[in-house]
């Protein structure tokens, strides 16, 4: 979901490497992490040649437990993190005032003994329109082979994972927290855990209530490529721009015309003129929503040890409700769902990775 719509250009990997130009350690100190940080660099080539122009070279870090050998002969399960909407992985690693990244947040838990030491990988799915969502898109790239396949090989080539399905899980928070659910849908039996964190599902609830401003804001603009323009030109994204650029990153991800060759080959869920919703590519955004779908992909469901689903009862995009019927759902057939309610909102809540991580690596094989 957004939130805050940050900018992305084909340079954003240069500018994560500068800012960690020294020893590895310098990041470790930084973050006062007891493990230890590397940034890789991936080049993947599920997202090469995408119409949006955005770079297939992608910044990887990667969290390392204390005590990490590269030469020695212990071996780690292996945690995926998925960034939400106008998120990055520069921004996932990034120091936080009076709060913990994702990093900071399992290094303490591991050195307090509350979850076994492991491996955390950061994934980037940053795009020109503010994300991916992890989907494979004739647009964007197919960011769900880019995770599943290229992300999971590269760390399992460099790193001492235990490099078999059942010691991976996959999590992440708003759009990473629907991007988790979709790849355990679409790639049974890949992770054995999964966490959607306050993850998009019940598309009618999070996504429609947007179609009416973001149609007034592209006739406003004069279409879709005027407004991207002027979106990318504004100093200071304005909360009506940033409504309409996730609309249309949502689009990008659900229903690119399947031709895409240009960034504004999109198929958008309404009449530009009207604002009446186009019924049949909303049915194709409606394809991806977990709380519909989610019970035809049970297969992916039943190879989880572990699933996680958590959101703050106050969420501003009706989440919470998402949640609760995805989990009825699988319940009803059988999947067994750790589903949680807490007080708050869609905004700030990365302290809950305190009740995740345990979660997740409580079902996940180790040595």
């Not at 957004?2 to 992305?8: D, K, V």
């Not at 994702?102 to 503010?130: E, F, K, N």
């Not at 009207?274 to 992909?297: K, M, Q, S, Y």
């Not at 995740?356 to 996940?364: D, F, I, S, T």
């Amino acid at each position: 979901m957004h939130l805050m719509l940050r900018e992305f250009c084909a340079g954003r990997t240069a500018n994560l490497r500068a800012m960690h130009t020294g020893p590895t350690s310098d990041l470790q100190r930084l973050l006062a992490l007891s493990g230890d940080v590397v940034i890789d660099e991936i080049e993947s080539p599920a997202l090469r040649g995408n119409a949006l122009g955005d770079s297939s070279r992608r910044p990887l870090p990667v969290y390392l437990p204390p005590g990490y050998d590269a030469q020695g002969s212990r071996r780690y399960p292996t945690l995926y993190c998925l960034h939400g909407f106008t998120g990055s992985a520069a921004e996932l690693i990034a120091e936080r005032v009076w709060s913990l990244n994702p990093m900071q947040w399992l290094d303490r838990l591991i050195v307090g003994r509350r979850v076994p030491p492991a491996i955390l990988v950061i994934v980037d799915g940053l795009t020109r329109y503010g994300g991916s969502q992890y989907v494979n898109s004739a647009l964007n790239g197919d960011y769900a082979e880019y995770v599943a396949r290229d992300v999971v090989a590269h760390v399992d080539a460099g790193y001492r994972t235990i490099a078999r399905p059942g010691a991976r899980g996959v999590f992440g928070k708003s759009s990473g927290g629907f991007g988790a659910l979709h790849l355990v849908m679409e790639y049974p039996g890949r992770f054995a855990a999964a966490a959607s964190q306050s993850g998009d599902a019940y598309f009618q609830y999070c996504y429609l209530p947007d179609f009416v401003k973001a149609q007034r804001t592209l006739e406003r603009h004069g279409g879709l490529a005027a407004f991207v323009a002027a979106f990318e030109a504004e100093k200071k994204k304005s909360d009506a721009s940033v409504e309409t650029m996730n609309v249309v990153g949502m689009a990008a991800a659900y229903s690119p015309r399947p031709d895409a060759r240009e960034p504004f080959d999109i198929e958008l869920p309404f009449d530009l003129r009207t604002g009446l919703v186009r019924e049949e590519v909303w049915a194709r955004w409606l394809r991806f929503d977990p709380a519909l779908i989610c019970t035809e992909h049970l297969e992916g469901f039943r190879a989880l040890r572990t699933l996680y689903v958590d959101c703050g009862r106050r969420d501003q995009f009706a989440l919470d409700l998402g949640a609760r019927i995805l989990v009825e759902r699988l319940r009803e057939h059988g999947i067994d769902v750790r589903h949680e309610e807490f007080d708050d909102d869609h905004m700030s809540v990365l302290y809950r990775h305190e009740q995740v991580y345990p979660a997740l690596l409580e079902g996940l094989e180790r040595e």
